[in-house]
């Protein structure tokens, strides 16, 4: 087992396709990648993307990373978008961002921005919908990174962007370890989710219960507990399994839910020492705390 991503060809510049369903943030999803530097194409009908590419690569250099928003608006020409991105005819890696979101949630932002569904053709919204579902779910199914925005709000998502793309080392696995309550819900995008509650919790010890999993006191209570070293000892080095197969298979992305009953003590602790452990691993590691202040 190797303690080290495995390695991987770096591509000449990244490539990043952006598509969803109308209401799950393209538009913030391009804004943010504007700021980190991407050249952005905004509804680009997929068959020019290699055009596209060409036109980059001359003008400002391979180095220049690309990000495309492709959505149903680009009507007949969306249907060649996975085709153009399996036959590799832009020369570069792309890495393709799906961002959904509920349809309850969906309906409340487009009646708010007052807008039509694309392919609404006179029914109604939640028509539309489900119409955009059926044309996208192929494309969700092959996504590297999904995202869903039900419960994020603009800066969490632009959080989100950045997290995945903010950093040159476009290779490399990056994993988000994210502590949670239970009682708020399991983060819906999680890969992988392990549950904090066979430790103590330090609610129960007055002088630890107003701090956090981020204080030294509260981390090293939780740390110091029966069972925590033997978790981690085991629980990290299956993750760095899991994460060598991950980039031999092409994704680089993973998002692993640590909760415990409130998200404030335990899970923030553990998960602040597993995103540590893997960043000694070689990874590319933070730790995201959901619901931390919630309570």
């Not at 590691?285 to 202040?293: F, K, M, P, S, T």
């Amino acid at each position: 087992m190797s303690d080290h991503p495995s390695s991987a060809r770096k591509p000449a510049g990244e490539l990043v396709v952006v598509t969803g369903m109308t209401g799950a943030g393209r538009s913030t999803a391009a804004k943010e990648l504007e700021d980190l530097g991407f050249y952005v194409v905004d509804n680009l009908p997929p068959s020019l993307l290699p055009d596209v590419v060409r036109l980059v690569d001359e003008s400002q250099g391979r180095a220049q990373r690309i990000a495309v928003v492709v959505d149903v608006r680009s009507g007949s020409f969306f249907s060649g978008l996975r085709s153009t991105l399996a036959q590799g005819t832009t020369g570069r890696d792309a890495t393709l961002v799906f961002l959904d979101a509920t349809d309850e949630v969906l309906v409340r932002r487009q009646e708010a921005a007052r807008r039509p569904h694309p392919l609404q053709q006179g029914d109604r919204l939640i028509d539309g919908l489900a119409r955009e579902r059926k044309v996208l779910g192929d494309l969700r199914s092959e996504a590297d990174l999904v995202i869903d925005t039900s419960s994020l709000n603009v800066h969490q998502l632009c959080d989100r962007i950045a997290e995945a793309f903010g950093t040159p080392e476009t290779t490399l696995l990056r994993v988000s370890v994210i502590s949670f309550g239970f009682k708020y819900g399991i983060p819906v995008d999680a890969d992988y989710v392990a549950d904090m509650r066979f430790l103590p919790n330090p609610h129960w010890v007055p002088e630890l219960r107003p701090y956090t999993g981020r204080d030294a006191s509260v981390s090293d209570f939780v740390l110091a507990q029966p069972g925590a070293a033997d978790f981690l000892e085991r629980f990290v080095p299956l993750l760095g399994s899991v994460a060598d197969g991950y980039l031999r298979e092409g994704k680089r992305f993973m998002r692993v839910a640590i909760g415990c009953t409130g998200g404030k003590h335990r899970s923030v602790a553990m998960s602040e020492e597993i995103a540590r452990l893997l960043q000694d691993r070689g990874y590319v590691a933070r730790a995201v705390h959901r619901d931390l202040g919630r309570e």
